[in-house]
């Protein structure tokens, strides 16, 4: 299909152990955000990408957290030293204009930290 | 800090019957409000609204955004159990870098 993906659907990890996350947006899509939401609450805004710069990380929790998306396409989120509080699904969305409007959301990967 | 909040946190209503979702914001520098519905997956888009006063459609959905009350509402008539879903609402800033959510609203349609 042509919408957004996004792997692993389902990970469960040990606490302290470190986890990727992938994101390939639309083809095409300018802009990547990438989002984390708790059980039962909306999503909440962690980085953006415009092409391959990171633009805005000011959503991210701790240094534990990266994203990169070196070649302006897929995007990788990575948490280093994994804790319990991390549990949560990471949402990855992607809008076509540089000045975006409507985000278009992939399945997300949930996240379980035993 | 930006602020998006939603009412009720959740609704059981019947099928056919209508309901209304309410959605308030805070939001820096705001461009535009936007509609999610998320069932299992991904949040689907709804509705972008950016004009006050003018309202989109989509079927049996509805909204309206109220640029002064900082507030906008999503109406479903004659609600279906595949209406059945969390309801998302988000304010976007106007660089269009941000969206700040809501914490949704819970629709459960029973037959």
Same mark, same amino acid.
């Given at each position: 299909? =042509?919408?957004?993906?996004?792997?692993?659907?389902?990970?469960? =990890?040990?606490?302290? #152990?470190?986890?990727?996350?992938?994101?390939?947006?639309?083809? *095409?899509?300018?802009?990547?955000?990438?989002? #984390?939401?708790?059980?039962?609450?909306?999503?909440?805004?962690?980085?953006?990408?415009?092409?391959?710069?990171?633009?805005?990380? !000011? *959503?991210?929790? !701790?240094?534990?957290?990266? =994203?990169?998306?070196?070649? $302006?396409?897929? +995007?990788?989120?990575?948490?280093?030293?994994? #804790?319990?509080?991390? +549990?949560?699904?990471?949402?990855?969305?992607?809008?076509?204009?540089?000045?975006?409007?409507?985000?278009?959301?992939?399945?997300?990967?949930?996240?379980?930290?035993? | 800090?930006?602020?998006?909040?939603?009412?009720?946190? @959740?609704?059981?209503?019947?099928?056919?019957?209508?309901?209304?979702?309410?959605? !308030?914001?805070?939001?820096?520098?705001?461009?535009?409000?936007?509609?999610?519905?998320?069932?299992?997956?991904?949040?689907?888009?709804?509705?972008?609204?950016? @004009? +006050?006063?003018?309202?989109?459609?989509? $079927?049996?959905? +509805?909204?309206?955004?109220?640029?002064?009350?900082?507030?906008?509402?999503?109406?479903?008539?004659?609600?279906?159990? $595949?209406?059945?879903?969390?309801?998302?609402? =988000?304010?976007?800033?106007?660089? $269009?870098? %941000?969206?700040?959510?809501?914490? *949704?609203?819970?629709? %459960?349609?029973?037959?």
């Amino acid at each position: 299909g =042509a919408g957004v993906s996004q792997s692993p659907r389902y990970k469960v =990890a040990k606490r302290g #152990q470190d986890v990727a996350l992938r994101c390939d947006p639309i083809s *095409g899509h300018v802009s990547l955000f990438w989002y #984390q939401q708790a059980l039962g609450q909306g999503p909440e805004f962690l980085t953006y990408f415009q092409n391959e710069a990171q633009l805005d990380k !000011s *959503g991210l929790p !701790s240094d534990r957290f990266f =994203a990169e998306r070196p070649e $302006g396409s897929v +995007s990788t989120l990575k948490i280093q030293r994994t #804790q319990q509080e991390d +549990s949560a699904v990471y949402l990855c969305a992607s809008s076509h204009r540089r000045s975006q409007e409507t985000q278009y959301f992939g399945p997300g990967t949930r996240l379980l930290v035993l | 800090e930006d602020k998006v909040v939603q009412s009720p946190l @959740s609704l059981v209503v019947h099928e056919g019957d209508t309901v209304t979702l309410n959605c !308030s914001y805070e939001v820096t520098n705001f461009r535009s409000l936007l509609w999610y519905k998320q069932e299992k997956k991904a949040p689907t888009f709804l509705f972008m609204l950016t @004009s +006050s006063g003018i309202e989109k459609k989509s $079927g049996r959905l +509805s909204s309206i955004l109220d640029k002064k009350e900082l507030s906008s509402i999503l109406n479903i008539t004659a609600t279906q159990t $595949g209406d059945s879903a969390i309801y998302l609402c =988000a304010g976007l800033n106007n660089a $269009g870098n %941000m969206l700040t959510f809501g914490g *949704g609203t819970r629709l %459960m349609v029973k037959p």
